[in-house]
């Protein structure tokens, strides 16, 4: 009789189920030897500041300063009409009559320019600001290598996006070719696009190497 009694007790003292992790993390948090509120304060704080600074390097990733875009816009009208001063080849057999044609092509070349100079200023912005980014990684896992490789979706968009707006200048006015000065920027503009491929994945793969070493 008294061991039955004794059972009843301990089950009573039981709960009818385990807590859930929220009530197990909430007891660990009632359990340490700061202030619960501290906690919470420093959680939260902690939180707003990721989320913040997430944010900003998504913006400085994605947005151009206005500085850098003014530069693109100077880059670009001042480097166009030269480029139609100085080839007389620039209309092929046809002679304009009147001055028109020629402010139409050096105002459609010159926003061309700008835009295209603000796609390669972007993409050595963004090489600058990935090898930053990976030289800030304090922690580099061997077996988890999707984290290392997270740029390369973006550097691979930023070639592929430069690649076609020279194929795309190139069907406008295939005639350019011949000029050197557009075979220069052509050659500049390959090896842009070379480096944005290239570059983000040399400096992680230097970063693997080293912890690969200190592993073994």
């Given at each position: 009789m008294a061991e039955h009694v004794e059972?009843?007790?301990m089950q009573s003292t039981e709960p009818p189920y385990p807590p859930s992790w929220i009530d197990r993390f909430i007891a660990w948090i009632d359990g340490l030897p700061s202030?619960?509120?501290?906690?919470y304060a420093l959680a939260v704080l902690a939180?707003?500041?990721?989320?913040?600074?997430i944010r900003r390097i998504d913006y400085e990733l994605a947005t151009l300063p206005r500085w850098l875009g003014w530069l693109a816009i100077a880059i670009g009208f001042l480097s166009t009409p030269p480029y139609f001063v100085g080839d007389p080849v620039a209309f092929r057999d046809r002679v304009p009559q009147t001055a028109l044609p020629y402010v139409v092509a050096v105002a459609a070349a010159s926003f061309f320019a700008a835009t295209f100079s603000c796609l390669v200023i972007r993409s050595i912005r963004q090489l600058r600001m990935v090898h930053k980014l990976h030289a800030q990684a304090t922690k580099v896992i061997l077996l988890n290598l999707e984290a290392t490789h997270a740029f390369?979706?973006?550097?691979?968009?930023t070639g592929i996006g430069v690649v076609l707006v020279v194929i795309l200048g190139y069907l406008y006015?295939?005639?350019?070719?011949?000029?050197?000065?557009?075979?220069f920027t052509y050659l500049a503009i390959a090896l842009l696009t070379v480096?944005?491929?290239v570059v983000p994945v040399?400096?992680?793969?230097?970063?693997?190497k080293q912890e690969k070493e200190r592993a073994l």
């Open positions: 059972d009843a007790a202030p619960t509120w501290l906690f939180i707003a500041l990721l989320i913040t600074t390369s979706a973006l550097t691979a968009k006015n295939p005639g350019g070719i011949d000029s050197s000065w557009v075979i480096a944005i491929f040399i400096g992680m793969r230097e970063r693997l």
